[in-house]
């Protein structure tokens, strides 16, 4: 059974910061890409940050300069470090293989920049 299961969202100060994790089981991880996506209320999901199996990143233009993607093949996790937040970061986050046929999500992790 394929599980993605985020954490460490939460509420945090406009200027501060967050570490998103994700743990994957029961499906391979180090010979694939992953990704970090987001979804706001009403609005489309939208990849965030990807990083492939050896270690490259790759960043939107809203978040470049401010997130960090890194992923440790041996716990089969990626992780998102979130530094100064803005407002406009407040959405779920999720983690996903990239590509993602077989569409496998987590239930993902609220981040919420609010003062």
């Known amino acids: 059974q394929v599980q993605l299961v985020e954490s460490g969202g939460g509420l945090v100060q406009p200027g501060g910061s967050l570490r998103l994790s994700c743990a994957v089981s029961?499906?391979?991880?180090?010979?694939?890409?992953m990704a970090w996506y987001r979804q706001a209320p009403g609005k489309q999901r939208e990849l965030v940050a990807s990083?492939?199996?050896?270690?490259?990143?790759n960043y939107s233009g809203s978040v470049k300069g401010r997130f960090t993607i890194s992923r440790d093949n041996a716990k089969k996790t990626v992780s998102l470090q979130m530094n100064s937040l803005k407002p406009e970061d407040t959405s779920v986050y999720y983690c996903?293989?990239?590509?993602?046929?077989?569409?496998?999500w987590g239930q993902g992790t609220q981040v919420t920049v609010a003062s």
């Open positions: 996903a293989f990239l590509p993602n046929p077989n569409n496998y």
């Open positions: 029961g499906h391979i991880f180090s010979s694939i890409a």
């Open positions: 990083i492939t199996w050896s270690g490259s990143p």
